[in-house]
């Protein structure tokens, strides 16, 4: 008699979908205060303001890169430091009038009420972020909410690293994370820790920029949302 082996198949469940969000451009609406915010800062070195066309064209981070793409030369540490003070101060003053992306308030609860998790990451000072996210009243649909500590001239990938380390224990992967913002840098950060990108055409990069990135593009949030969950299946 001839024994045969039986194999028991196990299925393999994979994690829920996460969406990491960004906030400047991406939840947040505040292109119109961007631009003021840099025209004020070019103001005090005695350039020639800049359209919001030109801004989305030329726009990468690190920041002193985009400002050596538009002065033809990197500023000087002197140059950067008023530079950046000048911007930051115009910004915030501008940015409490910003309002939340269309749709975005009940992307949120919904993606939260199909019982999803999603958090938020930004380059924007931690101490400046969190109260401004508490005040518009969509604190609750995170997990977690991470704002930049330290210098301004820095890029996403490493924040997005200790972001999700900090995420350990919450059932949130990398590989089953979309994160959804509105420059390169979200696309080269996500890349950076396994993740996927989607980014959004109504913040601070041109739609040829962003393609740029060889990830999904999409025009709205809702339409952001609706490939994350593609992204994940």
């Given at each position: 008699m001839?024994?045969?082996?039986?194999?028991t198949e196990?299925?393999?469940?994979a994690?829920?979908?996460?969406?990491?969000?960004?906030?400047n451009?991406?939840l947040?609406?505040?292109?119109?205060?961007?631009?003021?915010?840099t025209?004020?800062?070019?103001?005090?070195?005695?350039?020639?303001?800049i359209?919001?066309?030109?801004?989305r064209d030329?726009?990468?981070v690190?920041?002193?890169?985009?400002?050596e793409?538009?002065?033809?030369?990197l500023?000087?540490e002197?140059?950067?430091?008023?530079?950046?003070?000048?911007?930051?101060?115009?910004y915030?003053?501008?940015?409490?009038d910003?309002?939340?992306?269309e749709?975005?308030?009940?992307?949120?609860?919904?993606?939260?009420a199909?019982?999803?998790?999603?958090?938020?990451?930004?380059?924007?000072p931690?101490d400046?972020?969190?109260?401004?996210?508490?005040?518009?009243?969509?604190d609750?649909?995170?997990?977690?909410v991470?704002?930049r500590?330290?210098p301004?001239?820095t890029?996403?990938a490493?924040h997005?690293?200790r972001?999700?380390a900090?995420?350990?224990?919450?059932?949130?992967?990398?590989?089953?994370t979309?994160?959804?913002?509105?420059?390169?840098?979200?696309?080269?950060?996500?890349a950076h820790?396994?993740a996927?990108?989607?980014l959004?055409?109504?913040?601070?990069?041109?739609?040829?920029?962003?393609?740029?990135?060889?990830?999904?593009v999409?025009?709205?949030?809702?339409e952001?949302?609706?490939?994350?969950?593609?992204?994940?299946?």
């Open positions: 001839t024994a045969v082996a039986t194999v196990v299925a393999v469940v994690s829920p979908p996460h969406i990491v969000w960004d906030w451009g991406t947040l609406h505040d292109i119109d205060a961007v631009i003021t915010a025209n004020a800062s070019f103001a005090e070195l005695g350039f020639a303001p359209t919001l066309e030109t801004y030329m726009y990468v690190p920041v002193p890169k985009f400002y793409r538009l002065m033809g030369r500023p000087t002197d140059e950067w430091l008023v530079m950046d003070e000048t911007f930051h101060r115009h915030w003053a501008a940015a409490e910003a309002g939340l992306a749709g975005a308030r009940q992307l949120l609860h919904d993606w939260q199909d019982g999803l998790t999603q958090s938020l990451l930004s380059l924007a931690h400046k972020l969190v109260p401004l996210v508490r005040a518009h009243g969509i609750r649909h995170f997990l977690r991470d704002g500590v330290g301004s001239h890029s996403k490493g997005l690293v972001h999700l900090a995420l350990d224990g919450t059932g949130v992967t990398a590989e089953r979309v994160l959804i913002g509105d420059a390169v840098d979200d696309a080269l950060a996500a820790v396994g996927r990108a989607v959004y055409t109504g913040g601070s990069h041109s739609r040829s920029s962003l393609e740029s990135a060889g990830v999904p999409v025009d709205t949030l809702a952001a949302v609706r490939t994350a969950r593609e992204l994940s299946e």
